[in-house]
């Protein structure tokens, strides 16, 4: 069964620093893209970062460069989403997915096949 689990929840000031995980079972880590999406109240769910499968190529969404850096370890099936320099709007439920194609850069919510709980993150002002 595949599963991806994301953790490290938290409430940051303005400014500060959060690092979420994103743990994968049920499939091959080398043979996936992962992504980041997130989603704040009222909103559409966006992408925030992905990365593809062999080269480790990455992609940001325009509003996180510079800030947030993905990064995976495939030995302990897990993703990494570092973010700095975190504002309020980065509020919201953040949730990883995994492309089972992983070739290309994948930004759309369609893209991938399947999809983890999210894990809030809230932003103080």
């Known amino acids: 069964e595949v599963q991806l689990q994301a953790s490290g929840r938290g409430l940051v000031p303005a400014g500060g620093s959060l690092r979420l995980s994103c743990k994968v079972s049920g499939f091959t880590m080398d043979d996936y893209g992962i992504g980041w999406f997130r989603q704040a109240p009222g909103k559409e769910r966006e992408g925030v970062a992905c990365i593809m499968r062999d080269d480790g190529t990455t992609n940001y969404g325009d509003s996180v460069k510079g800030r947030f850096t993905i990064s995976r370890d495939n030995l302990k099936n897990t993703v990494y989403l570092q973010m700095n320099s975190l504002k309020p709007e980065d509020t919201g439920v953040y949730y990883c997915?995994?492309?089972?194609?992983?070739?290309?850069?994948?930004?759309?919510?369609?893209?991938?096949?399947?999809w983890g709980r999210g894990t809030q993150v809230t932003v103080s002002s």
């Open positions: 997915a995994g492309d089972s194609r992983g070739d290309k850069i994948a930004t759309h919510v369609l893209d991938y096949d399947y």
